[in-house]
């Protein structure tokens, strides 16, 4: 029994060494017995002492870390900008196309108007007076409608 409380002290100052020990990369542990038999580790060995290095050697430095980080940042930066250029650009498409979804609505609207022979339909003419359209007018116009409306690419309605 007073062997196993000597023991819990001694373990938890071990642990307690790796762990302070593990967070140095650049550092070897080294083990070695001491003059009272005790095991030590530590990243220091005492001259003439017979130690052995325990773990394995840290990994080489990456001499291009810093330009592979740049890189990878800069195409980070890319792809976010490209991001927001594509939804800008998807954005302006949907607009576009509500826009054009209401100018065809708006030209068959008139169209439709335009084709009623019970209503009667006016134009200014250059004087600013009211002119009633004729059968003709209201055929050239439709004409001029539908030419807008394909140009356009209206879908059929």
């Keep these: 029994m007073v062997r196993a409380r000597l023991r819990f002290p001694a373990l938890a100052a071990l642990a307690a060494l790796v762990a302070i020990a593990a967070p140095a990369a650049h550092a070897?542990?080294?083990?070695w017995?001491?003059?009272?038999?005790?095991t030590v580790y530590s990243d220091q060995v005492p001259p003439g002492v017979?130690?052995?290095?325990?773990?394995?050697?840290?990994?080489p430095a990456n001499p291009n870390a810093a330009r592979d980080l740049a890189n990878q940042d800069a195409e980070l930066r890319k792809?976010?900008?490209?991001?927001a250029e594509d939804a800008k650009?998807?954005?302006?498409?949907r607009a576009d196309n509500a826009k054009l979804g209401v100018l065809c609505q708006q030209a068959r609207a008139q169209i439709v108007s335009l084709r009623a022979d019970?209503?009667?339909i006016y134009r200014l003419n250059d004087k600013?007076?009211?002119?009633v359209m004729?059968?003709?007018a209201r055929r050239a116009e439709i004409g001029r409608v539908e030419l807008m409306m394909r140009e356009r690419n209206c879908p059929p309605g």
């Design 28 to 31: 070897t542990l080294y083990k």
């Design 33 to 38: 017995v001491d003059a009272n038999g005790r």
């Design 50 to 59: 017979k130690a052995e290095p325990v773990g394995a050697a840290p990994a």
């Design 79 to 83: 792809r976010q900008l490209d991001r």
């Design 89 to 93: 650009k998807a954005e302006k498409s």
């Design 118 to 120: 019970q209503m009667v």
């Design 128 to 131: 600013g007076e009211r002119v």
């Design 134 to 136: 004729d059968d003709a």
